[in-house]
């Protein structure tokens, strides 16, 4: 079973193209997807989460058509973008008034647990978090709805080592350990050595590996 099916997508800007992009990422497993800045994982992530459409293909997501019925799947999805997309005006405790009535499956009990397991303020501004902080409250709130898909775009972006490490622990402590799917982009490559089951590879629009990761690292160290 399939938790992502891409089959022959295309899709092109005025400054990229994406072509016949066909993958497949297996339920109960985390599948890293690397590539280098501007490559297009943020663009295929986007297709895949409804905001972008493809001019020609088909994704499927939890084994249904993501364009025929994006919003019961996005309430099964939990997303991390690379930056912060939250209002920084709010606190934590404003923000989860805003977002819970989005999420049928919303536990104001998980999320008040990762707030404290994550040594989140609940009262202070999201604007005087620091980057690692806006991060832990992205992970806290996409572990809050119960989702069965996670999707990481390029989550250790703009921390330190240390920092990135303690994300990945975090990671893999809540997610893996209970064979959670995800699905996690980014550039660094050492990231997906710690976690990652499978990977794809993306250069110039194109994928250009994908299988496990013990093969795939080793055909790109070589």
Not at 56 to 61: D, E, S
Not at 76 to 94: A, D, L, P
């Amino acid at each position: 079973m399939n938790a992502i099916e891409l089959s022959n997508v295309n899709y092109s800007s005025d400054q990229f193209n994406l072509k016949n992009i066909s993958f497949k990422v297996p339920q109960g497993f985390v599948t890293g997807f690397i590539g280098r800045n501007g490559a297009g994982k943020t663009t295929i992530i986007r297709l895949i989460m409804d905001l972008y459409q493809p001019q020609t293909g088909v994704i499927r997501v939890l084994e249904e058509d993501m364009a025929l019925n994006p919003i019961e799947l996005k309430n099964r999805i939990g997303f991390v973008y690379s930056e912060n997309y939250f209002n920084e005006r709010w606190t934590t405790k404003q923000l989860e008034k805003m977002i819970a009535p989005f999420y049928r499956k919303w536990d104001h009990q998980v999320f008040e647990f990762y707030l404290e397991k994550f040594d989140l303020p609940i009262n202070k501004s999201i604007k005087t978090f620091s980057t690692g902080m806006k991060m832990k409250l992205s992970l806290a709130v996409a572990f809050s709805h119960h989702a069965e898909l996670y999707i990481f775009d390029e989550p250790t972006s703009g921390l330190d080592p240390l920092a990135r490490n303690e994300l990945l622990e975090i990671i893999q402590q809540e997610l893996i350990d209970e064979n959670k799917t995800i699905f996690m982009s980014t550039h660094i490559i050492s990231d997906l050595e710690k976690i990652a089951d499978y990977i794809i590879h993306l250069s110039d629009g194109e994928v250009i590996l994908n299988g496990s990761k013990e093969q795939l690292l080793q055909d790109i160290k070589l």
